[in-house]
């Protein structure tokens, strides 16, 4: 079975720049978690979504970060305008309900 | 409030050794899940382990042992004659009711380096 599926795997971009990254989650799950990893934070919930509908936010870094989930199939987590300190990686995950499975995450790198 | 501690941050053993990960947890629910993934050098994060707050029976999978101890909010990973192939960091990780797919607070993980 197809685990969940990030996109890109690494992205290079330049400060300022509008950055979309993509997550389709294993079918049938219907929890879907944004996680971001950095040395000096370590990893930390951005936003999940249930049945689709973003459920806690909270952890939305500000205004500049912004997520979708416009079907059950596909999320984006979108940066603008990047800055350095996103540089990070993010990681997409999924539940059916009990476990988080997580995706092999985006490399993102803004300098 | 939750916290997973991880009070290790680097452990090194020579191949075939034994090593214990240490995990402390806090939380003040009374029905919650602990986890632990791994995440080897290619950076995905693998599950290994759920075990819900009801659930105090130790597990053994393979070379893996995991000891939950509700007494002192502790949930250590065991790995036998480790190998090369274990060398990962480790996060232990805890969710609070009503089910596992609540927030996830995860510890700052377990970097182990088995030698040969």
């Known amino acids: 079975d197809a685990g969940v599926i990030q996109s890109p795997r690494h992205e290079v971009t330049e400060m300022g720049q509008e950055v979309t990254l993509r997550c389709k989650p294993i079918?049938?799950?219907?929890?879907l978690f944004w996680y971001r990893q950095t040395m000096m934070r370590g990893l930390e919930l951005l936003i999940y979504?249930?049945?689709?509908?973003?459920?806690?936010d909270s952890g939305m870094p500000e205004d500049r970060f912004s997520a979708k989930m416009p079907n059950a199939s596909f999320s984006t987590l979108k940066i603008q305008p990047s800055e350095p300190r996103d540089s990070a990686v993010y990681f997409c995950?999924?539940?059916?309900?009990?476990?988080?499975?997580f995706g092999e995450g985006s490399w993102l790198t803004v300098v | 409030a939750q916290k997973v501690t991880q009070a290790q941050t680097e452990i090194s053993v020579v191949e075939k050794e034994d090593v214990t990960l240490d995990c402390v947890y806090e939380?003040?629910?009374?029905?919650?899940?602990l986890f632990w993934y791994k995440q080897p050098p290619s950076g995905e994060l693998v599950f290994l382990i759920r075990r819900n707050s009801f659930d105090e029976q130790n597990e053994i999978s393979g070379r893996y042992s995991w000891n939950f101890q509700k007494s002192t909010s502790s949930f250590n990973f065991t790995i036998t004659a480790s190998q090369v192939v274990d060398s990962a960091v480790y996060f232990c990780?805890?969710?609070?009711?009503?089910?596992?797919?609540?927030?996830?607070?995860f510890g700052k993980g377990i970097t182990l380096s088995v030698r040969p």
């Open positions: 990780a805890l969710s609070e009711a009503p089910g596992a797919n609540s927030k996830l607070t």
């Open positions: 079918s049938g799950h219907d929890y």
């Open positions: 939380t003040r629910d009374t029905t919650y899940y």
């Open positions: 995950a999924s539940s059916p309900g009990n476990t988080i499975y």
């Open positions: 979504f249930n049945n689709n509908v973003p459920i806690d």
